[in-house]
């Protein structure tokens, strides 16, 4: 099974596919871009990206593009989260000037990264700035503690994040969706004409036929500002009979409207 994933060898994204696929071969890509090219091309099977964090909300790069690539979520995982500090193995606390990390993981460990007193340097991935920190014993990086074992470096401290409660829900995203199981979730794009109750009446399908709504987000639209389009989720299959024709009226509403993914429920 050829699993693309954004980062490189330990990062988050790949703990995350190596669990949910048992027999992955992995793929590193640097963008969530080259994720659904590997996939759209055939070179990937699948593809595993966050959706979302407990702490920090919606992954908006991954969410842009399921609403507007022709690819489905076909699965989801949920992971915990534990960021380390990792160094040379030479290196101390103390030693550490700059901090390397991913922008989301800058995020979750705010309160840690303020009172560190190191500079703290953007990078496109955790794992990925393994390598400055190989060439360099007064950097560090926050990322997953198998970055240590993976490149030769030391855990300087473990559970940096400002929340130990700390999940990201992942996606797998396929040309097809999968067939219903009886314990499934939906995740649905729309948009709605920019007048009063347009909202309420898109929705209102899904109130009549009981779908027990459990997400909805508002997004900004491109070029059109104070506009929104809609992600939300939703218990059931789309198609299931009940969901299936509350999504058809639904549609019929709606200026915009896509099923993102249909796929079997995971608990925490």
């Given at each position: ?96 000037r ?17 009172s ?66 009886g314990?499934d ?31 909805i ?5 491109k ?46």
């Amino acid at each position: 099974m050829k699993v693309a994933f954004q980062g490189e060898f330990g990062a988050f994204s790949e703990s995350m596919a190596l669990e949910m696929y048992s027999d992955a071969i992995t793929i590193p890509c640097k963008s969530f871009e080259e994720v659904f090219d590997m996939v759209n091309r055939g070179k990937a099977d699948t593809g595993v990206i966050p959706l979302e964090n407990s702490i920090t909300g919606r992954i908006s790069g991954s969410t842009n593009l399921l609403m507007e690539r022709d690819l489905f979520l076909c699965k989801e995982g949920k992971l915990r989260i534990e960021h380390c500090l990792i160094a040379q193995r030479s290196s101390g606390k103390d030693s550490i000037r700059r901090i390397y990390s991913h922008p989301e993981a800058i995020s979750q460990c705010r309160r840690y990264l303020d009172s560190c007193g190191c500079e703290v340097i953007s990078w496109w991935d955790g794992a990925a700035a393994a390598k400055k920190v190989l060439e360099d014993a007064e950097c560090a990086i926050v990322g997953n503690i198998r970055i240590a074992s993976i490149y030769g470096l030391k855990v300087l401290e473990k559970g940096i994040q400002d929340s130990r409660e700390n999940f990201t829900r992942f996606g797998a995203i396929g040309t097809f969706l999968p067939r219903p199981t009886g314990n499934d979730k939906t995740t649905i794009a729309f948009k709605v004409l920019h007048k009063g109750g347009k909202l309420h009446d898109a929705l209102e399908p899904l109130s009549r036929a009981n779908i027990n709504l459990t997400r909805i987000e508002s997004m900004p639209i491109k070029d059109k500002p104070w506009e929104y389009a809609f992600i939300a989720d939703f218990e059931g299959h789309c198609k299931d009979k009940d969901v299936e024709g509350a999504l058809e009226e639904m549609e019929g509403v709606c200026s915009e409207f896509k099923v993102i993914g249909s796929y079997q429920r995971t608990e925490r």
